[in-house]
Structure formats: C-alpha cells, structure tokens
C-alpha cells in the first residue's frame, strides 16, 4: 500500500496563476482532508470531506476550493494564488468505521508551494 | 472551542538525556489525543495515542499518558537519540464520525550527540 500519495512535491507560481494540488488514498478510507503547515503555527485545516459527495470549510478556507472526485481522490485547487498562499499543503485521510482507531489521520508526504 | 497548547521550541538537548514536552488541551466531551511526529521534509506520522482517560500510550521509547483531571497529554522518553531530532505536534481528535484533528503548534527537537 502506498498510503497517501501528493503531487506536485513542489510548485512555484506567480500571483495570479492557478493549480491543482492533488491527493490520493488507498486505504479505502471515507474522510479526507487538506491542512497548510505555516511556521509557528502547526497545521490548520482547509476543508475536508467527510465522505465521498461531501465537503466542508476548515478554519481557513478562503481563496480554495476542493473537489472530492471519489473515494480514493481529494484536490485542492487555487483559482488566483497569492504570495500568502505559500506554504507546505498536507492532504490526510481516516476512517472512524474501520474499527475505534480514535480517528486517527495519516498524511501524505506534502507539497510545498511558494507563490511569488 | 477545543484547543491544543504545547511547550514552545526549539528544545534541545544531549543524547542520552531525559525529554518531556508539555501539551495541555481544551475540550468539551472525551476527545482522542495523540502525538505525531515530522521529521525533516517529511509529512507528519502517529508516534502514539490515548483513547480515553488513564490510557498511556507508548512507541519507541516515548510515553504520554492522557490526564483528564489535569487536561494533559505530556510527552516523555528517558534517553533520547539523535536520530529523534523532529518536530513533535500534540493534538485532539473529538470522538465523533469523520471528526477533525486540532492540532498543536509544534515542538522543534535537536539532539546534541
């Protein structure tokens, strides 16, 4: 099992551009998630998606948007970057019903992405 | 709202030493805690977890054990190694279905050989 996948592992735009950061799983797991890493500050959520069909905002969701294309996939996409988008983006998922794992969450090995 | 709050780094220390991180949380009901671990340039792993109050969770020579009379989760290891240089992030899980993760804001870790 490859666990969680990411791509890119880097990416540089301009103000401006757009991407699409994608993430995959193959633990057959229903919940999805992206986080930013910003120094100082830990992780802080953007959206998830609970299952597939559904997502939800984060703690920091504006400028993003998110499509959960099924179960196994869940991108991020940037319509206009900006310079305070520059972070490194971690996708994770879990899966509450395989067995009371305390919904433990296992992330991909992220994408870092600097917006100039 | 539920919170996580964690010793501030960087934290070092010589090889062999005793360690412990602080961590404290805010939550309503019985959340999950756990402490994941990042080693340089990589994504964060579960280096271990506690369900419910009493549990000590325990990995690789690391221990913390889920306090609810005092909201703690403390991490501990008795003889650090160089190789555990990493940044380590406390967090709580609400027990609840497709529930989020808040984590801490991370502790920088170097190991002095």
């Known amino acids: 099992n490859a666990g969680v996948t990411q791509t890119p592992k880097f990416q540089v735009l301009k103000t401006g551009q757009s991407m699409t950061l994608q993430c995959a799983q193959d633990m057959n797991h229903n919940s999805m998630y992206w986080y930013r890493q910003d120094p100082g500050m830990g992780l802080r959520l953007i959206y998830y998606s609970a299952s597939e069909g559904t997502t939800d905002k984060g703690e920091v969701p504006n400028g993003y948007n998110v499509s959960r294309l099924n179960k196994r996939e869940f991108s991020l996409r940037l319509e206009s970057a900006a310079p305070s988008q520059t972070s490194v983006y971690f996708c994770a998922s879990s899966d509450p019903y395989q067995g009371f794992t305390g919904n433990e969450q296992f992330f991909g090995p992220g994408t870092r992405l600097t917006v100039l | ?113």
């Open chain 2, 1 to 113: 709202g539920n919170s996580v709050t964690q010793m501030e780094g960087p934290v070092t220390l010589s090889e062999e030493a005793f360690l412990t991180i602080n961590c404290t949380y805010t939550a309503t009901g019985y959340p999950s805690l756990f402490w994941y671990v990042q080693y340089p340039g990589e994504g964060l792993q579960l280096l271990l977890k506690a369900t419910k109050a009493d549990d000590k969770g325990s990995n690789k020579g690391f221990e913390a054990t889920y306090r609810k009379e005092t909201t703690s989760f403390h991490l501990e290891k008795g003889s650090v190694q160089v190789s555990d240089s990493a940044v380590y992030f406390c967090a709580l899980s609400e027990n609840s279905s497709a529930s989020k993760i808040i984590f801490g804001s991370g502790t920088r870790l170097s190991i002095r050989p």
